[in-house]
């Protein structure tokens, strides 16, 4: 109470007050009606010892002591900070009150310690340092914080409340509280820290509420929470006490420092506001070493931390600087939606430029980024385990010419969903294990990272996931990789969607598609348009293929070397003789030269199908280009080449069609017996015994004179050439039926060499 009840109340925030005000703290702690019993305006016994409206000279010094009162000022003034060092009290509370600092290391209270509505400034030129020895010259005690309220070792059976306070001490600590004990709660509402906020080691059995507090110490750290346990919850947020219009922030400038800290809870950071000073001084010297794994200049340091609920830090929360987490534990879910997270972007390696790092962390249920925006950063999730999904529906994250977002050989026990989002880089999974689907519907990724190797917008190299890969067009927003995508090793379960994407490259590389040894129930390559570069499925295999024309023309070719499918998704019926040859055409193009797999594969998956006769025509076909390429590479028996295929093709199909040997043996019959029958030798007109005659033919040797003249079975012995049938050596020919003669047995010969290659063809093919 003041020292004169007809004072207006003090307002202890205007400077130094009237004398009137004035009580001397020696005087208030004199024993007795003029001093503690003075102050108790409670009619009974109850140990509070409350002063208002007073202005409190001289130093308040209870240290070490051991009183059974609650001391509660109100509207006060002190001159020099109270001193409650090693003392034991009731409790402790200042409301609405003005002090220069406050002594409390290793204080016992029995209740709350409040600090309500009031200001804590320390004068940088005027703070004395607390020491527990006498000082002699600059002899100063070493550990002896320079701290505007030191709570160091303090123990407080109840809560502290520090709830629109202003706590100024721009050069020092605001609050020091290392290994401070609160059984309640530390509810700082609204509070304003200019200085540290250091609390490392302090153990609280209920919440920590920071909700609408600044944090103001941009050279350093914003808050110290090393090694802190909070049996409740972590509350960073919106204070929504009062209008809407008065709604305020948490905001920090400055590092928050929470490496090891275990929140029983939840740690709820919406609407935050971080921000680092990315060209500042760096605050810890060990984050000099240029270690590429460090962040130097981070927002939150919250690496090994241990939250048993969820971490939040969502909903309009915006951060300059990292989010570094790594080999964090948090139970629940990490929630990152419609946050924004930016750095300024490195010029020269490492870059130190990630926006969120995460490595090693498990989170045991989802991720949740839905519409994050990353204007300038990296997003770092390697080896990280998630337990339910990662959700990033309508994200942002932009780092052109980088990796935009990695996270190799992550655990993520559902889906990934990127739909709709926007890349500027390259994202990397490669080697991640998904337990359901990657699900990246309308996802547009430009300006990829480009290195020595590689130049892919998206890296899913050797990632095994559970059920689909879906890079597929979501309405009017088709999916777009400008630098192509890298499958390569990747297992699929189900299948692997391409529908309506558009696939390009960068040079030197020029790939597009590089799916070398996927595997996958079903491949859909159906892009809305061909792909700029080359497409590579060696040794790629699926169930069952769906494609379109456009996958066929994609600029630089197709690599078909051991790609294998079991079916085609749209088969070619049986009388549908144009599809196959157009498909067959598709083939030959994109693969710019002769490879035999290719066309033996698609004759397997047509008789598989039961399409014999198709698939004999992709066999025959198959060896028509391998003849063209082989007269290719002959310059001088190059046209020999060719007439031999010409004749192959034309006689029997290469053996695929061995109904032609006949039609040609028929056809030469009939030919060579008219030839032969309706012509007739000079020598039957010759009566001078030399030539035995048969009708209208001469026998060589006058000993055949049995023999009966057959044009049939002289042409069909011309034509057989191993089997002789007595015929062709006993006539006699000359002139144009000797040439005719021998052309007949030049044809058998490759008649005959043509039938035996198609049919030891036909018994290798069905072996």
Same mark, same amino acid.
């Given at each position: 109470m003041p020292t004169d009840t007809s004072l207006p109340p003090l307002d202890p925030f205007a400077g130094v007050p009237d004398k009137r005000y004035e009580v001397k703290a020696a005087d208030l702690l004199k024993p007795g009606s003029s001093g503690l019993l003075r102050w108790r305006r409670q009619a009974t016994n109850a140990p509070i010892v409350q002063v208002e409206d007073a202005y409190i000279t001289g130093t308040l010094d209870l240290r070490a002591a051991d009183l059974n009162f609650l001391f509660q000022f109100e509207r006060c003034r002190f001159e020099h900070p109270p001193d409650v060092r090693e003392a034991t009290l009731l409790g402790l509370v200042f409301r609405k009150c003005w002090l220069p600092g406050l002594r409390a290391r290793n204080l016992r209270s029995r209740n709350d310690v409040r600090l309500i509505r009031s200001v804590i400034e320390v004068a940088a030129d005027s703070f004395e340092l607390e020491t527990t020895t006498v000082q002699r010259g600059d002899d100063r005690e070493r550990g002896m914080p @320079?701290?505007?309220?030191?709570?160091?070792?303090?123990?407080?059976?109840?809560?502290?409340?520090?709830?629109?306070?202003?706590?100024?001490?721009?050069?020092?600590?605001?609050?020091?509280g290392d290994r401070l004990v609160i059984t309640g709660a530390l509810l700082a509402y609204r509070m304003v820290a200019k200085g540290e906020v250091r609390l490392p080691g302090m153990r609280t059995g209920g919440n920590v509420n920071f909700s609408g507090a600044t944090f103001d110490n941009p050279d350093g750290f914003a808050f110290n929470g090393n090694g802190l346990h909070i049996g409740g919850s972590l509350?960073?947020?919106?204070?929504?006490?009062?209008?809407?219009?008065? &709604?305020?922030?948490? !905001?920090?400038?400055?590092?928050?420092?929470?490496?090891?800290?275990?929140? #029983?809870?939840?740690?709820?950071?919406?609407?935050?506001? $971080?921000?680092?000073? %990315? &060209?500042?001084?760096?605050?810890?010297?060990? +984050?000099?070493?240029?270690?590429?794994?460090?962040?130097?200049?981070?927002? =939150?340091?919250?690496?090994?931390?241990?939250?048993?609920? @969820?971490?939040?830090?969502? #909903?309009?929360?915006?951060?300059?600087?990292?989010?570094?987490?790594?080999?964090?534990?948090?139970?629940?879910?990490?929630?990152l939606a419609g946050a924004e997270i930016t750095m300024v972007r490195g010029r020269?390696?490492?870059?130190?430029? &990630?926006?969120?790092?995460?490595?090693?962390?498990?989170?045991?249920?989802?991720?949740?980024?839905? @519409?994050?925006?990353?204007?300038?950063?990296?997003?770092?999730?390697?080896?990280?385990?998630?337990?339910?999904?990662?959700?990033?529906? @309508? !994200?942002?994250? =932009?780092?052109?010419g980088r990796d935009a977002f990695s996270a190799r050989r992550a655990k993520i026990s559902g889906n990934f969903q990127l739909t709709d989002a926007t890349l500027q880089g390259t994202l990397r999974l490669q080697g991640a294990e998904i337990g359901g689907s990657?699900?990246?519907?309308?996802? =547009?990724?430009?300006?990829? /990272? %480009?290195?020595?190797?590689?130049?892919?917008?998206?890296?899913i190299r050797t990632a095994r996931i559970g059920r689909d890969l879906v890079l597929t067009e979501d309405k009017d927003r088709p999916f777009l990789a400008e630098g192509g995508v890298n499958l390569d090793g990747a297992q699929i379960a189900r299948r692997l969607d391409m529908n309506g994407a558009k696939l390009g490259s960068l040079p030197p590389h020029g790939i597009a598609l590089d799916a070398s040894d996927v595997t996958a129930d079903e491949f859909v390559l159906s892009p809305a348009e061909p792909p700029t570069g080359s497409v590579r499925l060696r040794r790629a295999h699926c169930g069952a293929l769906d494609d379109n024309e456009e996958i066929w023309n994609a600029t630089d070719g197709l690599e078909l070397e051991d790609f294998r499918y079991d079916a085609l998704k749209h088969g070619i019926a049986l009388d549908d003789d144009k599809a196959l040859d157009h498909r067959i055409e598709l083939l030959r193009k994109a693969m710019r030269g002769y490879r035999p797999g290719p066309y033996d594969q698609l004759a397997a998956t047509l008789r598989a199908a039961g399409n014999e006769e198709h698939a004999s025509t992709v066999a025959l076909r198959k060896q028509q280009f391998r003849y063209e390429a082989l007269a290719k590479g002959f310059k001088f028996f190059g046209p020999g080449v060719r007439v031999?295929?010409?004749? %192959?093709?034309?006689?029997?199909?290469?053996?695929?069609?061995?109904? &032609?040997? $006949?039609?040609? $043996?028929?056809?030469?019959?009939?030919?060579?017996?008219?030839?032969?029958?309706?012509?007739?030798?000079?020598?039957?007109?010759?009566?001078?015994?030399?030539?035995?005659?048969?009708?209208?033919?001469?026998?060589?040797?006058? %000993?055949?004179?049995?023999?009966?003249?057959?044009?049939?079975?002289?042409?069909?012995? $011309?034509?057989?050439?191993?089997?002789?049938?007595?015929?062709?050596?006993? +006539?006699?020919?000359? /002139?144009?039926?000797? +040439?005719?003669?021998?052309?007949?047995?030049?044809?058998? +010969?490759?008649?005959?060499?043509?039938?035996?290659?198609?049919?030891?063809?036909?018994?290798?093919?069905?072996?």
């Open positions: @320079n701290a505007a309220v030191n709570l160091t070792d303090a123990v407080i059976d109840g809560s502290v409340v520090l709830t629109r306070t202003t706590i100024s001490h721009p050069h020092g600590k605001a609050i020091q509350l960073c947020e919106v204070d929504n006490y009062g209008p809407a219009s008065e &709604r305020k922030r948490f !905001s920090a400038k400055g590092v928050l420092y929470l490496p090891s800290a275990t929140v #029983d809870s939840d740690i709820v950071m919406r609407e935050a506001r $971080l921000q680092v000073d %990315q &060209r500042g001084p760096i605050a810890v010297d060990a +984050w000099k070493s240029g270690d590429p794994y460090l962040d130097p200049r981070p927002a =939150l340091v919250a690496d090994r931390l241990k939250v048993d609920g @969820n971490l939040e830090l969502s #909903d309009g929360l915006r951060a300059f600087g990292t989010l570094r987490m790594v080999n964090a534990r948090i139970g629940g879910s990490l929630r020269a390696t490492p870059y130190y430029d &990630r926006a969120l790092h995460l490595d090693g962390s498990t989170i045991g249920g989802d991720i949740e980024a839905t @519409n994050l925006r990353v204007p300038v950063g990296q997003l770092r999730l390697a080896d990280v385990t998630v337990g339910g999904n990662f959700l990033a529906w @309508n !994200s942002m994250f =932009l780092h052109p990657v699900n990246m519907f309308g996802t =547009l990724l430009t300006e990829p /990272g %480009q290195r020595k190797s590689s130049s892919f917008s998206l890296d031999w295929s010409w004749l %192959q093709r034309s006689m029997v199909g290469y053996g695929f069609r061995p109904v &032609r040997a $006949l039609g040609w $043996l028929l056809t030469l019959l009939v030919l060579g017996s008219l030839w032969f029958g309706l012509g007739k030798d000079d020598c039957v007109n010759d009566h001078t015994g030399r030539y035995m005659t048969s009708g209208p033919r001469c026998l060589v040797n006058q %000993q055949d004179s049995g023999l009966q003249w057959n044009p049939v079975i002289y042409t069909a012995d $011309l034509l057989v050439p191993i089997v002789d049938f007595g015929n062709k050596s006993r +006539w006699y020919m000359h /002139g144009a039926d000797n +040439w005719v003669a021998a052309g007949f047995t030049a044809s058998g +010969w490759v008649l005959a060499t043509t039938v035996a290659a198609g049919v030891s063809r036909m018994l290798r093919r069905e072996s």
